[in-house]
């Protein structure tokens, strides 16, 4: 679900976003509308969590590489994850860069560690990929 942009505020310099809906990612249900940052973080989440190429409903600028990543070695997989999240995610225009980056591998999961920097406000971000 990404917020549909509504206009470009130029006394602000950013862009406008409208409410989308709510997603409880633990009960698997939308449950009301959100905005701001709470949207960004979300979008985030959804973006991490796409695969990138693998579902005709997105263009093939939305989603991540990262499930590439598997059968890579440790240390591969770590380089190649930051390049591939930071990609994915500049793709929404409410992201700024990515800062902070780590990421250790474990066996078969890599986690990563990150902030994202969007138009409202930093976003820190813990996540794991099978690798």
């Known amino acids: 679900?990404?917020?549909?942009?509504?206009?470009?505020?130029?006394?602000?310099?950013?862009?406008?976003?409208?409410?989308?809906?709510?997603?409880?990612?633990?009960k698997n249900r939308i449950q009301g509308k959100t905005d701001g940052k709470d949207a960004v973080a979300q979008a985030v989440y959804?973006?991490?969590?796409?695969?990138?190429?693998?579902?005709?409903?997105?263009?093939?600028?939305?989603?991540?590489?990262?499930?590439?990543?598997?059968?890579?070695?440790?240390k591969e997989a770590e380089v190649l994850a930051e390049k591939y999240i930071e990609e994915a995610l500049m793709a929404d225009k409410?992201?700024?860069?990515?800062?902070?980056?780590?990421?250790?591998?474990?066996?078969?999961?890599l986690s990563v560690y990150f902030v994202a920097e969007s138009t409202e406000g930093d976003i820190k971000i813990e996540s794991e990929v099978k690798i």
Do not use: H, Q
Not at 1 to 26: C, G, H, L, Q
Not at 94 to 109: C, H, L, Q
């Open 1 to 26: 679900m990404i917020p549909e942009v509504s206009a470009w505020e130029k006394e602000e310099n950013r862009w406008k976003t409208t409410k989308t809906y709510k997603i409880d990612f633990e």
């Open 94 to 109: 409410r992201i700024k860069g990515i800062r902070d980056f780590s990421a250790k591998a474990d066996r078969n999961v």
């Open 46 to 74: 959804k973006i991490l969590n796409t695969a990138r190429y693998e579902f005709e409903i997105y263009n093939w600028n939305y989603g991540c590489e990262v499930n590439s990543l598997f059968g890579k070695n440790s």
